[in-house]
């Protein structure tokens, strides 16, 4: 399969035909898909296909299909074993769920090993699930539209790492150009010769070819993508005591890398892999993997490295959208997900937003599009009881499974939400994650929760602006003009709210009625 594969040759390969193609398969859908990777094996199941799909259920077996496949040039026979009894336990669970058939892709241990297209017709006669092995290009191609379906747009570098390969890919304008693959999983360099020294100049000779190959650029954004580079974030948190343990979107530098490095030579492996909350499989990957990585950061000299949750798996769910639905911004498409299903007055987020963001007439697009994610999510936790709500909402800010979100903005949003149910924040349990945003920030989330807190009040439909809100911020003035139907509502609680509100802007406020 190819980048321009058309919908009407009927060729989808292992994708089958597109899910997205009308409103009731997006809202009742569950694409089942199988990872077959050297390390490891797992089953997702996104719910609801949507453009920033949940995760129904996401399990991870560790088989180690390519362990010692330089050696044998076979697949482990133990790996293949536990490999084969996850995928009978995975194709159970699918004829459970209704999700047959699973979609199933296998990677370089199974397509470099010789008895690789064996091991496939074995799953599929005792199974019934099909493996397509896919080319390392391809994997590159897929572990980028992975990064895509959580940064659309984005330009950079996909670095994706396995047991077996590590693969290259550019992303440039939502779409990817060059790719490779290279022989630096972990597994692989287990069994380079030459002990520690070969093993150095085996990787820097290998990072300096695919530099080149890549056009020899340097200063772009690099997007990791792999359980090995998610266990070395799991060890920069822990070094840097970081507040927030989201893997998705976690940030480093070229320098935090060389830090981890030495932080994970010096300390007592399996000290540290509990600390840092890594199975002991993954941890025996990670002294190897952080070398590689090393040398890669020293070599590209990346402006940014941003942590992806997202890869192969997600680019094969992102393989099955048309453009319009991959365009969509998935904070936004998620959040009016969760309006729909959860909140009172599904529908209310958009006229809420509408009254609140005369309050922030200099907002980028960035901050306006977390500022709608907001509104849009603002009752959806009605449900929790009152004396939690504000904590409630702060945690499902900052821990949901959200695409396009960097963590400041995650603590951002969950600021504002806290706010929508509480004046304070001092001495809430989350003080230490409050440190990923600026003072200014704290207060633009606090004005932004205290006027959808007020907005909250004066409910007139989904369809009907309560009023409006004018913001003077040369002379410091608040005034609100409600709908002539919106003047009962402006009762006592919500004069109070409005005062609250007038008081986080250091203003002075005025209320007039519409004729």
């Not at 809202?27 to 990777?37: I, K, P, Q, T």
Request: with cysteine.
């Amino acid at each position: 399969m190819n980048e321009n594969s058309d919908a009407s040759s009927g060729d989808w390969g292992p994708f089958g035909r597109p899910l997205f193609n009308d409103p009731e398969s997006r809202a009742l859908s569950r694409v089942g898909v199988v990872d077959v990777g050297s390390n490891s094996v797992r089953l997702v199941v996104f719910d609801g296909a949507a453009r920033s799909p949940a995760y129904f259920y996401n399990e991870k077996i560790m088989c180690g299909l390519g362990a010692g496949l330089s050696e044998t040039g076979k697949l482990s026979p133990e790996g293949r074993e536990r490999a084969l009894k996850a995928l009978k336990r995975f194709a159970t669970l699918a004829e459970g769920m209704n999700i047959v058939p699973l979609t199933a892709v296998a990677t370089a241990a199974v397509r470099e090993a010789e008895d690789g297209p064996e091991f496939c017709e074995q799953v599929l006669r005792e199974t019934g699930i099909e493996v397509h092995t896919i080319s390392g290009d391809e994997e590159a191609r897929l572990s980028a539209q992975g990064v895509l379906l959580g940064w659309p747009g984005s330009y950079g570098l996909v670095c994706d790492i396995g047991g077996s390969s590590m693969e290259l890919a550019d992303i440039a304008e939502g779409r990817v150009g060059r790719r490779l693959t290279s022989a630096l999983g972990p597994l692989k360099l287990k069994e380079v010769k030459g002990g520690d020294e070969g093993l150095e100049e085996y990787i820097e000779t290998t990072i300096a070819r695919i530099h080149e190959e890549m056009g020899g650029e340097t200063g772009m954004r690099l997007f990791l993508v792999g359980g090995s580079w998610r266990a070395i974030a799991r060890c920069d948190m822990t070094r840097r005591d970081y507040p927030l343990t989201v893997l998705h979107e976690y940030r480093m530098t070229v320098e935090d890398v060389a830090e981890t490095r030495k932080y994970i030579e010096t300390e007592d492996p399996d000290d540290l892999r509990k600390r840092a909350g890594v199975s002991s499989d993954r941890m025996a990957l990670v002294p190897l993997a952080i070398r590689v990585l090393d040398r890669l950061v020293k070599v590209f000299q990346p402006k940014d490295i941003a942590i992806s949750s997202y890869g192969i798996r997600e680019g094969m769910l992102y393989e099955q959208m048309p453009a319009q639905l991959r365009d969509r911004d998935p904070l936004i498409e998620a959040c009016r997900f969760a309006e729909a299903k959860d909140a009172r007055l599904p529908g209310f987020g958009p006229v809420l937003y509408d009254f609140v963001r005369p309050l922030f007439p200099h907002a980028d697009w960035q901050r306006k599009r977390i500022i709608k994610a907001a509104c849009l999510l603002h009752d959806v936790s009605w449900r929790a009881h009152p004396d939690y709500r504000p904590q409630v909402c702060f945690d499902n800010a900052t821990r949901a499974n959200l695409g396009g979100l960097k963590h400041s903005e995650r603590v951002f949003l969950g600021l504002a939400l806290m706010h929508r149910y509480s004046n304070k924040r001092e001495g809430a349990r989350y003080e230490q994650m409050f440190t990923l945003v600026r003072d200014e920030d704290k207060r633009e989330a606090e004005v932004l929760g205290k006027a959808m807190r007020l907005g909250a009040m004066l409910w007139l439909g989904t369809e009907t602006m309560p009023g409006s809100l004018a913001w003077n911020a040369v002379d410091r003035v608040l005034k609100i003009e409600l709908d002539p139907r919106a003047r009962n509502l402006f009762g006592e609680v919500a004069e109070q709210r409005f005062n609250s509100l007038v008081s986080a802007l250091d203003a002075t406020g005025e209320v007039a009625v519409r004729d």
